[in-house]
């Protein structure tokens, strides 16, 4: 298999670029500078060009990569990101836990635009109110296995609380999952051929509310001198 010249951090920007360039097709935005790149995601654009320069470097077949001056053709890059982030074909995912988090995911519409579907949902409580689920079937978790290893579900995310999760994702990965978005508040230890990403909102509440903190620790002295 071909070594990626793309680097772990470039690759965590990609699917930055990815949603932006989505949307301006969108708007049937033809071509975009990374000075425009960089008003719309926030990174700055000499790290936008070294990015796409790498992307450039590590396809072998030949693409579009635009004009001089006029900006990168969008369409073209859009494929080429689809290409290397796997979204060319609809990834079925499933999802296990279907409350408040497992519910708002499901009715996140965003998802399905990039050719990510949550297609199966598994909860320990097979007779929940699934007035949120749309479309989607409800199964009960005793099935998982079958269900993950019949249809070849490779992606799956964890909803359920810290003290499932660990079993849970055990399970996934026994039937053969082998990239998992973990919102359980746990450290899973998992096989190092497994992916697994944590998401964590309280970490990121955390970090703000440090700045928050440090702004009342510099402003202290002033309130004692009056
Ligand atoms: N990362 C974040 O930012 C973030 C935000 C919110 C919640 N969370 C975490 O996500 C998880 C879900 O949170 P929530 O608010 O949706 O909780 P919730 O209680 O509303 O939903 C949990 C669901 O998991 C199901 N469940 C419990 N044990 C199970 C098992 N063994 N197998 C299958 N299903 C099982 C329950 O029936 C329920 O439907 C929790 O671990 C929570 O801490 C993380």
Redesign the pocket.
């Known amino acids: 298999m071909k070594k990626s010249k793309i680097s772990n951090t470039t690759l965590d920007r990609l699917p930055i670029y990815y949603r932006c360039l989505k949307k301006l097709k969108e708007y049937k935005i033809d071509f975009v500078s990374s000075k425009e790149l960089e008003k719309r995601t926030g990174i700055n654009s000499n790290q936008i060009r070294r990015d796409l320069y790498d992307v450039r470097m590590d396809i072998s077949y030949y693409h579009d990569f635009g004009v001089r001056g006029m900006g990168y053709p969008v369409s073209s890059l859009l494929e080429i990101l689809e290409k290397i982030l796997g979204l060319n074909n609809e990834i079925e995912i499933a999802l296990?836990?279907?409350?408040?988090?497992?519910q708002a995911l499901i009715s996140y519409k965003e998802f399905k635009k990039m050719g990510l579907k949550i297609k199966y949902v598994?909860?320990?409580?097979s007779k929940?109110d699934s007035s949120q689920l749309a479309d989607i079937e409800l199964y009960d978790?005793a099935n998982i296995s079958n269900i993950i290893t019949k249809n070849q579900v490779k992606m799956a995310i964890i909803?359920?609380?810290?003290s499932?999760?660990q079993e849970?994702a055990n399970e996934l990965v026994e039937a053969g999952v082998e990239v998992i978005l973990n919102?359980?508040?746990v450290y899973l230890e998992l096989p190092e051929e497994v992916t697994v990403r944590n998401?964590?909102?309280?970490i990121g509440l955390i970090g703000l509310s440090y700045h928050l903190s440090k702004q009342q620790v510099q402003e202290a002295p002033l309130k004692y001198l009056g």
């Open positions: 296990v836990g279907a409350g408040s988090l497992g598994f909860d320990i409580d929940k978790i909803a359920v609380p810290a499932a999760a849970i919102f359980a508040p998401e964590d909102l309280s």
